[in-house]
């Protein structure tokens, strides 16, 4: 069965910390893919990085960083020297089977994150 | 700006009522997705249409349902409401099915059951 755990309910961290979200998935298929969305306060789902099953390389965009292990189904992402304006709930996601069967994204909980000025 | 459109974006409600909400997807778009997000449920999948056919379901209620219509747009239809029913309902949509496609999410509904 497909499923995101983040065991992080809320993390709160001063601001210029670096931050680490984690998230380990579940699933039995070989192709997947994985995400990570931001929600803001003002409540709409902004995406951040999608990662094919196949695709293992670490990726970085600014101060954004995520590490795909797929030995440990984890895939973490990091902040670094964070901002006020990262503070929002953060989803960690899932998507199965690009072939014929459903491909609805299963999220996590959800990480809520508080920067501190 | 995703290009997925959510209307209303705020809706107050008494309970039994019924309510219909809104999704127009990208421009050229095939599938459209409905989720929502609730404190206890956290965000979770409800139905999938492609190109006018129901093609997913996930936890929707009987007293849920959905179709697409043939200029592609979208309504939700949610009656008998419960307190219970009140969360953030996301629509996505993507170009084609399968989950190479990317889902863009529209801004939501937000609806209040009192």
């Known amino acids: 069965a497909q499923k995101v755990t983040q065991a992080q309910t809320e993390i709160s961290v001063v601001e210029k910390e670096d931050v680490t979200l984690d998230c380990v998935y579940e699933?039995?298929?070989?192709?997947?893919?994985l995400f990570w969305y931001k929600q803001p306060p003002s409540g709409e789902l902004v995406f951040l990085i999608r990662r094919n099953s196949f695709d293992e390389q670490n990726e970085i965009s600014g101060r954004y960083s995520w590490n795909f292990q797929k030995s440990t189904s984890s895939f973490n992402f990091t902040i670094t020297a964070s901002q006020v304006v990262d503070s929002a709930v953060y989803f960690c996601a899932l998507s199965e089977d690009p072939m014929n069967r459903d491909d609805k994204i299963i999220f996590g909980k959800g990480t809520r994150l508080h920067i501190l000025p | 700006d995703s290009g997925v459109t959510q209307t209303p974006k705020h809706l107050i409600t008494a309970t039994g009522q019924r309510v219909t909400l809104r999704c127009s997807p990208r421009?050229?778009?095939?599938?459209v997705y409905w989720y929502q997000q609730s404190l206890d449920q956290g965000l979770q999948f409800l139905i999938q249409?492609?190109?006018?056919?129901?093609?997913a379901k996930g936890n929707i209620l009987e007293r849920f349902s959905a179709q697409q219509f043939p200029d592609l747009h979208s309504e939700l239809n949610l009656s008998s409401l419960e307190l219970g029913d009140s969360a953030l309902y996301f629509c996505?949509?993507?170009?084609?099915?399968?989950?190479?496609?990317?889902?863009?999410f529209g801004p939501g509904t937000r609806l209040t059951v009192t």
């Open positions: 996505a949509s993507s170009r084609a099915t399968g989950s190479e496609n990317e889902q863009y």
């Open positions: 421009s050229g778009d095939l599938s």
């Open positions: 249409y492609y190109n006018g056919e129901e093609r």
């Open positions: 699933t039995r298929d070989t192709t997947y893919y």
